[in-house]
Nanobody, 120 residues
């Protein structure tokens, strides 16, 4: 599979919004967004499966929305009301099986990531 390609990161102030996009090729039942801040472990942000079932980390519920265009294999993450603790490298990843937000090791195809920085 070709590596997914993320876009849309940037530097914003707290309370502002960003929209991330990811273009992937090939079949993937599950697609997700993961993030990693310096000195911290990688954590799941949101996943969406082929039939549209979504899961979110508690820390982003109500603020982030994941969506997917199955025909184009484009994954989006709308991030509103951003907080400084949302800062990190955001990676798109795909998996051929069922989604599991807390199992990043199941995802075998990862993008290089896009940096999100939120200042107070």
């Amino acid at each position: 599979q070709v590596q997914p390609v993320e876009s849309g990161g940037g530097s914003v102030q707290a309370g502002e919004s960003l929209r991330l996009s990811c273009t992937a090729s090939g079949y993937s039942y599950c697609m997700g967004w993961f993030r990693q801040a310096p000195g911290k472990e990688r954590e799941g942000v949101a996943t969406i499966d082929r039939i549209g079932t979504t899961t979110y980390a508690d820390s982003v519920k109500g603020r982030f929305t994941i969506s997917k265009d199955n025909a184009k294999n484009i994954l989006n993450l709308q991030m509103n009301s951003l907080k400084p603790e949302d800062t990190g490298m955001y990676h798109c990843a795909t998996f051929g099986g069922f989604c599991a937000l807390n199992r990043p090791e199941w995802f075998g195809n990862w993008g290089q990531g896009t940096q999100v920085t939120v200042s107070p």
